[in-house]
């Protein structure tokens, strides 16, 4: 997967993202066209066909700017599968067509419970449903964890949409040190695989190995990878690069993590057999 910020502006500080105390409000800053065009133009050059998240820490919906971007990928790269987050407070009923005539293939809206408010099934429930009939789709319940998560799937032609509410205090993330609220009791031991199939690319070009990691921050600026406003990047030669290898490294096996990743809950798996052989089968692939 690619991971694309467009532009850095959102709407929303919640007490979950470090967006509550990194400014994303006060200005909209946005991604070179240089830097978008090397990015779809290289993957191009290998028939890019896997997905393409329109995310990051910026809210994708709150400018239209993304309307053109969307487009620009599917006629670039028509196989690709183009998808987004959104906290869905610009979503209306008519820019569900607008998305998916921009070839926008697969849709998480996130609800979010408001800060301050402790998370309840019913509360989530209430929230889910006024957005779903505010959309008028059709709707099929695909998950309900009591006081943990609330999901269903939306439908809408072929793509794929789902709405959920979940309960960041179970299944929030620590975000590589940044909320300690979030902070695990133990050190992770099970093994990441993000950085052998990922790239995250933040509104400034710059890149990181993993989606709780960003480049505006001086916290993080030892862990950025690459940086496509230089010409001498692009996104092969970044993912495979010495310092993307060296993360993979830490983290593929079932041993106590580093920093920024020694409290991280993201993704985790359990240390079983079947997972021993996967992560064996990887590092024999990418260390050859």
């Not at 989606?211 to 496509?228: A, Q, T, V």
Request: charged share 25%; with cysteine.
């Amino acid at each position: 997967m690619i991971e694309i910020e467009v532009f850095s502006f959102c709407n929303r500080r919640c007490w979950f993202c470090p967006n509550l105390y990194i400014d994303r409000h006060s200005d909209n800053i946005f991604m070179q066209d240089s830097i978008y065009k090397k990015v779809i133009y290289d993957l191009k050059k290998i028939d890019y066909s896997n997905k393409i998240s329109f995310s990051r820490y910026n809210e994708p919906l709150s400018n239209k700017n993304i309307f053109k971007r969307l487009i620009e990928a599917h006629e670039v790269l028509p196989s690709a599968q183009l998808h987004m987050n959104t906290n869905g407070d610009y979503l209306e009923r008519d820019t569900i067509p607008q998305l998916y005539e921009c070839g926008l293939s697969s849709l998480n809206i996130q609800v979010y419970i408001p800060n301050g408010m402790e998370y309840s099934d019913k509360k989530a429930y209430s929230l889910v449903s006024t957005k779903i009939k505010a959309l008028n789709l059709e709707h099929k319940l695909i998950c309900f964890k009591s006081m943990k998560r609330l999901e269903y799937r939306l439908i809408y032609e072929n793509m794929s949409i789902r709405i959920y509410s979940k309960n960041f205090i179970q299944s929030g993330n620590y975000r590589a040190g940044l909320i300690s609220k979030l902070k695990k009791s133990r050190v992770r031991t099970s093994p990441c695989l993000i950085p052998f199939r990922d790239l995250y690319i933040d509104f400034n070009g710059k890149v990181v190995p993993c989606c709780n990691i960003r480049s505006d921050i001086p916290e993080h600026k030892n862990y950025i990878i690459g940086d496509l406003s230089r010409n001498e990047d692009n996104i092969f030669s970044i993912f495979s690069s010495k310092e993307i290898i060296d993360w993979r490294k830490q983290l593929f096996g079932f041993w106590k993590k580093s920093a920024p990743c020694d409290y991280c809950s993201f993704q985790e798996v359990e240390s079983t057999w079947t997972n021993r052989k996967k992560a064996r089968e990887v590092s024999k692939m990418c260390f050859e």
